[in-house]
C-alpha cells in the first residue's frame, strides 16, 4: 500500500509541475498582449487581463 502511495504522490508532483509550467506559459502570454495593446483587440485585452489577474491570485 505504501508503495502505492508514493506512486500517487510522484503522479500528482508531476501534475503539479505541469500546471505550474502552463500557468507561467500563460500568465508571459498574457503580459504579451498586454504589453502590444494596438495589435488585439478590448476583448483580447480584457480576457488577459483577467486571466493575469486569476493566475496571479492563483499563485499569491
Same mark, same amino acid.
Given at each position: 500500500?505504501?508503495?502505492? *502511495? ?15 509550467? $502552463? ?5 508571459k502570454?498574457?503580459?504579451? $498582449? ?5 495589435? *488585439? ?12 489577474s486569476? $493566475? ?5
Amino acid at each position: 500500500m505504501e508503495e502505492l *502511495y508514493k506512486h500517487f504522490d510522484e503522479e500528482f508532483n508531476k501534475l503539479d509541475d505541469r500546471f505550474a509550467q $502552463i500557468n507561467f506559459e500563460t500568465l508571459k502570454a498574457c503580459e504579451l $498582449i498586454l504589453e502590444n495593446p494596438n495589435r *488585439y483587440s478590448d476583448r483580447t485585452l480584457a480576457f488577459a487581463s483577467e486571466t493575469k489577474s486569476q $493566475i496571479t491570485q492563483l499563485l499569491n
